[in-house]
């Protein structure tokens, strides 16, 4: 993984003792809070419905075991002994004191980390999938040009003032598990006919009020031209951006009025100026950074330990786990292993405690190579394990209760924080969460309904991609209460969709029933081996609105 050099060191120190300052000057008056809002945004501190919460930047969604210790050291010493990973492979600590936060940056400055523009209307946290360098089916190892990307924009004086938040992902896999689609920018890198390093360049993309993917603005973009071309987007972007609207302010917005193919003209135009100039990167700057993604020095291995395979075959538990919480690995002998934040009713969706995060580093220490990397389903993964080693790590997390075999299952529901402590949510996210997952805790059954993703959103923000889950729900307010609408057929990867309203909102307590409903119609249309998300988009959505709202269908009340 990359580490700070002295440049990195120096800026990160002084945005803490800058942020000191304004601290102090707020507590004793000097600041209003309207003059201190920008500025505790751009740090990552937000005010929420019972304390502050902090949001720690975790670049590309990758930590060293040392530095997720000094996370569950802050946990301990400044929250309430957990952290909440999210889906923009960040974290944050819920119940912070202002005046305590100098010292909390202080501490992630002394690790390497930082919360510089996990919020504010600015280029946020440059997020990549979390198998990146090791997944079997990857091109190219996205993290060097990502790693580029968040030094390129750390405190980008041009940037720091957008119309709105400006989120990044890049990814090189054949299934792109990084959402790449759903971002303002998305970038597909990959290589060409002579083995030159390519990039595919969307913009526009979406999720909150007005859910969009991005749109091809440029393909076969030489890496050399990634920041300028970057760079490029984001002054058309800053030029002819709304301002007058938050909920008009996003690209998405100014990319669906000009269309796809005037943005486009209107970036090549303001390319051409910057091209060729002091952004341009050279092999000697991609080297630089590359050396900090290195291989870690795997050693010999068998594609098949022998007695790897013998746990295989005398414990089904443990195969089902492999099979759920395991991805493959470049390397032969090796698997990167997922870790479950979701162990059910017990724990909200990414919620890792002090003593957990402890423990993943340990574990990362004594059977990886000391990395933790944060997925966006709320997961950590160990991306470096050899197969001889996975017995025992099982074992280990099961002690944790880490080890819940239902990775990209439908109980694996990514879920915001909700009304319990956003105050822009509308709806409580958790309970609803614990509820569905509580229904469906049957192993057998999760395993028959195959790959099935669930996401829930309180409000319309969007911050649990629900318009991308193959089940979606979002929570809404009707004169004060709390109701939830389900969109069924949304994907991420290369597939991506947007999810569809299949009718009417369910109080809280009706969703569950509804969901079972759901899934009964998907079990009697469903081709052999058939997803959730390919049955709805071969039968459309009238057989599940008839079977989620019988009463209506037999009034003839549910239309196609």
């Known amino acids: 993984m990359y580490n700070y050099d002295s440049y990195d060191r120096a800026l990160v120190q002084a945005r803490v003792e800058q942020f000191r300052d304004q601290v102090a000057r707020r507590l004793s008056g000097e600041l209003s809070e309207e003059e201190f809002l920008p500025l505790r945004l751009q740090n990552g501190v937000y005010l929420q ?9 975790i670049p590309y969604g990758t930590l060293s075991s040392d530095q997720l210790r000094t996370l569950a050291t802050i946990a301990d010493q400044y929250d309430r002994g957990y952290g909440h990973f999210t889906t923009r492979q960040n974290i944050q600590f819920n119940w912070i004191e202002l005046e305590q936060v100098p010292d909390i940056l202080q501490k992630l400055a002394d ?42 924009s750390t405190v980008n004086p041009e940037f720091l003032f957008l ?26 890198l990959y ?10 360049v969307m913009v526009g993309g979406g999720l909150g009020r007005t ?32 301002r007058d609207s938050k909920y008009k302010a996003r690209i998405k917005i100014l990319v669906k009025s000009l269309g796809v193919e005037t943005f486009a003209n209107e970036v090549e135009r303001e390319w051409e100026q910057i091209r060729d100039g002091v952004a341009e990167l050279t092999d000697e700057e991609y080297k630089r950074v590359a050396l900090g993604f290195m291989p870690p020095p795997y050693g010999r291995t068998d594609a098949l330990d022998p007695e790897y395979g013998a746990w295989l075959a005398r414990d089904a538990a443990f195969a089902v786990w ?4 395991t991805q493959p ?21 990414g919620d890792v405690t002090s003593e957990q995060m402890r423990s993943v580093a340990d574990l990362a220490d004594k059977y990886g190579f000391g990395e933790v990397r944060v997925a966006h389903e709320q997961n950590l993964v160990l991306p470096d394990i050899r197969k001889r080693d996975l017995y025992v790590l099982w074992k280990a997390l099961q002690t944790q209760n880490l080890a819940t075999p239902s990775v990209g299952l439908l109980s694996d529901v990514i879920s915001c924080p909700g009304l319990d402590y956003c105050s822009l949510a509308n709806t409580r996210s958790l309970p609803l969460a614990r ?52 969109t069924i057929g949304g994907a991420q990867g290369k597939d991506s969709s947007i999810g569809k309203v299949i009718g009417r909102a369910f109080r809280a307590e009706e969703v569950p029933d509804a969901i079972e409903r759901l899934l009964s119609v998907y079990l009697s249309y469903r081709d052999v081996d058939e997803r959730f998300v390919d049955t709805v988009r071969r039968i459309g959505l009238a057989p599940f609105k008839g079977g989620v709202y019988p009463q209506e269908a037999a009034r003839g009340k549910v239309n196609a």
């Open 111 to 152: 690790n390497d980390m930082h919360a510089i523009q996990t919020s504010g209307n600015c280029v946020r946290n440059i997020t990549t999938e979390a198998f990146a360098g090791v997944a079997e089916d990857e091109l190219l190892d996205p993290r060097p040009l990502a790693e580029i990307m968040r030094q390129w």
């Open 435 to 486: 509820a569905i997952q509580q229904r469906f805790d049957d192993l057998d059954y999760l395993l028959n309904l195959g790959e099935l993703s669930l996401n829930i959103s309180g409000c319309m923000n969007a911050c649990g991609h629900h318009h991308i889950g193959n089940i979606g729900i979002l929570g809404v307010d009707k004169n004060g209460e709390e109701y939830f609408q389900i």
């Open 329 to 349: 690995h470049k390397v032969l002998g090796y698997a990167s292993v997922v870790l479950s934040t979701k162990p059910g009713a017990s724990a909200p969706p």
């Open 49 to 57: 419905r019972h304390a502050y919460m902090l949001r720690v930047a």
């Open 211 to 242: 859910p969009i993917l991005n749109e091809t603005v440029r393909d076969a973009l030489p890496w050399q031209h990634l920041l300028t071309y970057v760079e490029a987007v984001l002054r058309v972007y800053n030029r002819y951006g709304r």
């Open 163 to 188: 119309p709105r938040k400006f989120k990044i992902a890049i990814s090189s896999s054949d299934s792109d598990r990084a959402a790449v689609r759903s971002h303002d920018i998305g970038l597909y």
């Open 191 to 200: 290589r060409g006919v002579g083995g030159e390093m390519l990039l595919k």
């Open 322 to 325: 492999v099979q759920n919480n």
